[in-house]
């Protein structure tokens, strides 16, 4: 198997992603690194889709640099099943502009569920495994972008609050006659209300003798019953008096009729059964 791809970035930032398996190993599309702290950065749990197909081996991979090459070498068993694969690959970097080529040559042999697939089925899934682990490479060899500090403001020029720039004569003028005074206006000026006032209207006496508020000559019904009714009674009785008329409450309806007919019912019940032993006891010196 033969297969490069292109990523833009350069040699040399590639040569250090590789040459560190735990950044590698992030890299690898579909692998799931074990837990023991003993296990290495490529060891765990490899999931390839084939064909529709899924299949999980458990292994472990190694990588080397030999003459400015990267030699990987891999094998692992099927996690459900009784199948197993083993891999070796050469990737080489070569310069391109704009970026670096990963030229990869290598093969695999295999038993189980992967070997009763179709070849051009395993060749495409290389390539597009291959396709990935080159993509993630170049994004962690890429340089992290610069952050934007933002400038410092600049110095504040001290002259600009000691000088005193005159105000011109048009302003003065204007805010004097801003904060004037406002002319009050004249209370002959001032229409009065139209009201139609008759000699009706002033009957009664005023609260002080004199004014516009008449009190009448004699008080309200209302106030007259309300008078009435509190005449004679403390202070305490007023206050804790029941509400009437409309606000008072409406009294319980009283059961006198349901006792009244339940007096009755029993005496009819007697005689109702009486009547009937004298009727059947005549009956029976008849027969």
Avoid: N
């Avoid at 409406?250 to 007697?270: F, I, M, N, Q, Y």
Wanted: hydrophobic share 40%; net charge negative; proline share 10%.
């Amino acid at each position: 198997m033969e297969h490069e791809v292109f990523v833009p970035v350069t040699a040399e930032a590639l040569r250090q992603t590789l040459r560190d398996p735990a950044r590698v190993a992030r890299c690898v599309p579909g692998l799931q690194q074990d837990a023991e702290e003993s296990a290495g950065p490529l060891s765990g749990r490899l999931k390839v889709r084939i064909g529709g197909h899924t299949i999980t081996y458990r292994g472990a991979l190694t990588l080397a640099e030999r003459d400015g090459a990267f030699e990987v070498e891999g094998g692992g068993a099927e996690v459900r099943g009784t199948g197993s694969a083993k891999l070796t690959l050469t990737v080489r970097l070569a310069e391109a502009t704009g970026g670096t080529t990963l030229a990869f040559t290598g093969g695999s042999r295999a038993e189980g569920r992967l070997a009763e697939l179709p070849d051009e089925a395993t060749v495409a899934a290389a390539h597009r495994l291959l396709d990935r682990l080159a993509a993630r490479l170049g994004e962690e060899s890429a340089p992290p972008e610069p952050s934007e500090v933002p400038e410092p403001p600049a110095p504040a020029d001290p002259q600009a609050h000691t000088t005193d720039t005159p105000a011109p004569a048009d302003a003065d003028a204007d805010a004097a006659a801003d904060t004037a005074a406002p002319v009050e206006p004249d209370v002959d000026d001032v229409p009065a209300f139209d009201v139609d006032v008759t000699p009706a209207a002033l009957d009664g006496e005023t609260a002080s003798g004199e004014g516009d508020f008449l009190i009448p000559d004699e008080p309200p019904a209302e106030a007259a019953h309300a008078r009435r009714t509190m005449i004679g009674r403390s202070a305490e009785e007023v206050d804790h008096a029941p509400p009437r008329g409309r606000y008072a409450p409406v009294p319980a309806p009283e059961s006198a009729s349901a006792g009244a007919t339940l007096r009755w019912v029993a005496p009819a019940a007697a005689l109702a059964l009486a009547s009937a032993v004298v009727v059947g006891r005549v009956l029976r010196r008849r027969k």
